[in-house]
């Protein structure tokens, strides 16, 4: 990005720079996350975008899309870190820069951690289960801890346990 445009936006809005001294004075990683992607700030400060809470349903719409737009395994795996680096930045933002209440950051982390979960057992189970539903073959993933709870936090790990019915159908 160029450093006289990303200044120049910078400044346009100053709301902008509140929340990147916020960012840098308040989370390390958020730090190295927007130092390492500059255009996630100008993202990030969209009011429709930190104002307001997503949900899984818009989070896997977003996911899915990306999925079809994906080449191979690869790309689609860049393409979940970035989405996962955005994601968690908005919520890193609304957490720090507005005080949103904790229990809407926790739902948010937890609709994240549902909504890849959920499209990348979708993509690898592609052409395995010849395009029939997922509950329709036998196979499901549960959710214990907290993301079971809803209530994922940043420093909780993810307890999943894959079931699968074996046999013929």
Sequence with gaps: IDPNLYFTRLLSQPRRIDILLAILSGSQFLADTVIREPELLAWVSEPELVNNLRTKEVMLGELRT?????????????????????EIMRIGTRDICLGVPMREIVAELSNLADAIVETSVERSWMGLSQGRPL???GFCVLAFGKL??????????????GIFRGGRK
């Design 148 to 161: 079971g709870g809803q209530e994922l936090n940043s420093s909780a790990d993810l307890e999943l346990l």
């Design 135 to 137: 509950l329709e073959v």
């Design 66 to 86: 990306l999925s079809q737009g994906a080449e191979d395994k690869y790309a689609w795996r860049a393409a979940v870190r970035r989405f996962r680096r955005r």
